[in-house]
């Protein structure tokens, strides 16, 4: 009797324990592909992320028309391989129509904005009608080129410090080569201890080439989405080196030596502009306070000797 209620204590307390724990489930096949998909950017949808209204509603209502004035501003402007392309090398999602939405919204901004300063001025009397509806379509056309004005610095700031960070990210790919990593896990090393525009562009690449793509082929995307000359020239050594069977460590070391002289030649370049503009406020600045404090003497004793 005491045996069995012992064995009832112990299976109530053994059910209650696991109760607590949790439950084993079968993993699912996305949970199984969410590591080596992780990285992928997804395609953005136009005026998806990052409302640009503040009311959800009023962004539901106006969608359709600024998505009618995106269409036709696209046909107006055109140049839609170059957007295209400037969207990939400044890291975002290539959809051409949500930067023409943005385009759209600053131009309105800008009739806004243009619109304010007509009526300012019509209400003081300055100005004729016409010059006032001038004033206002051409805020209108400052708000739509200062967006893709604006595409083009970003463009050109991740372009720098990609450069910035690019001769340490190849001394580093040499020397785990170097160490006995393949190119796959020494960009793989690489990439989970940097940070940074390179360091995302390398996990993209890592993305592609687990996704099915061979590494060449992914170096070679990677190559593109840059555009930058000495990325290019870089990935152009190592496909090479992995294509042919060059060994691939003394490949790396001559491309990081490369991609050091470069960054000094480049260096010694914007050092050689900035000396160029210094000289500016020494010349126009503190060369005239200095002559005046050498010659005002001399005319303030010339003046007591009179």
């Given at each position: 009797?005491?045996g069995?209620v012992?064995?009832?204590?112990?299976g109530?307390?053994?059910?209650v324990?696991l109760?607590?724990?949790?439950m084993l489930?079968?993993?699912?096949l996305d949970a199984?592909?969410?590591?080596?998909?992780?990285?992928?950017?997804?395609?953005s949808?136009?005026?998806?992320q990052g409302p640009?209204?503040p009311?959800?509603?009023?962004r539901?209502?106006l969608?359709?028309?600024?998505?009618?004035?995106a269409?036709?501003?696209?046909?107006?402007?055109?140049?839609t391989?170059?957007?295209h392309?400037?969207?990939?090398?400044?890291g975002?999602?290539?959809d051409?129509?949500?930067?023409?939405?943005?385009?759209?919204?600053?131009?309105?901004?800008?009739?806004g904005?243009?619109g304010?300063?007509?009526?300012?001025l019509?209400?003081r009397?300055?100005?004729?009608a016409?010059a006032?509806?001038?004033?206002?379509?051409a805020?209108?056309g400052?708000g739509?080129?200062l967006?893709?004005?604006?595409?083009?610095q970003?463009?050109?700031?991740?372009?720098?410090?990609?450069l910035?960070?690019?001769?340490?990210?190849a001394?580093?790919?040499?020397?785990?080569v170097?160490?006995?990593?393949g190119?796959?896990?020494?960009?793989?090393?690489?990439?989970?201890?940097?940070?940074g525009?390179?360091?995302?562009?390398l996990?993209?690449?890592?993305a592609?080439?687990?996704?099915?793509?061979?590494?060449?082929?992914?170096?070679q995307?990677?190559?593109?989405?840059?555009?930058?000359?000495?990325l290019?020239?870089?990935?152009?050594?190592?496909?090479?080196?992995?294509?042919r069977g060059?060994?691939l460590?003394?490949?790396l070391?001559?491309?990081?030596?490369d991609?050091r002289?470069?960054g000094?030649r480049?260096?010694?370049d914007?050092?050689?502009?900035k000396?160029?503009?210094?000289?500016?406020?020494v010349?126009?600045?503190?060369l005239?306070?200095?002559?005046?404090?050498a010659?005002?003497?001399?005319?303030a004793?010339?003046?007591?000797?009179?």
């Amino acid at each position: 009797m005491q045996g069995g209620v012992v064995g009832l204590a112990l299976g109530c307390g053994l059910a209650v324990t696991l109760s607590r724990l949790p439950m084993l489930r079968r993993v699912g096949l996305d949970a199984r592909l969410a590591p080596y998909l992780r990285d992928a950017v997804p395609p953005s949808r136009m005026l998806g992320q990052g409302p640009t209204m503040p009311l959800p509603a009023l962004r539901r209502l106006l969608a359709p028309v600024v998505r009618d004035a995106a269409m036709r501003a696209d046909q107006v402007l055109g140049g839609t391989a170059s957007v295209h392309r400037r969207l990939v090398r400044a890291g975002r999602a290539p959809d051409v129509e949500a930067l023409r939405a943005e385009q759209v919204l600053w131009g309105a901004g800008g009739l806004g904005v243009g619109g304010l300063a007509a009526g300012m001025l019509w209400l003081r009397g300055s100005g004729s009608a016409l010059a006032l509806v001038l004033l206002v379509l051409a805020s209108g056309g400052f708000g739509v080129a200062l967006r893709d004005w604006s595409l083009s610095q970003q463009v050109s700031r991740r372009e720098r410090r990609i450069l910035g960070q690019f001769p340490t990210v190849a001394e580093m790919l040499a020397l785990s080569v170097s160490a006995g990593e393949g190119p796959v896990a020494a960009l793989d090393r690489v990439a989970g201890l940097s940070d940074g525009e390179l360091a995302e562009e390398l996990r993209r690449t890592l993305a592609d080439a687990r996704a099915g793509a061979s590494l060449p082929t992914a170096l070679q995307a990677l190559s593109d989405r840059t555009g930058l000359v000495p990325l290019a020239r870089f990935v152009d050594g190592v496909v090479v080196a992995i294509e042919r069977g060059t060994p691939l460590a003394d490949v790396l070391r001559s491309q990081a030596q490369d991609v050091r002289e470069s960054g000094q030649r480049a260096l010694m370049d914007a050092a050689g502009k900035k000396e160029i503009a210094m000289m500016i406020p020494v010349v126009f600045l503190i060369l005239p306070v200095t002559v005046l404090f050498a010659v005002y003497p001399g005319f303030a004793f010339l003046r007591l000797g009179l």
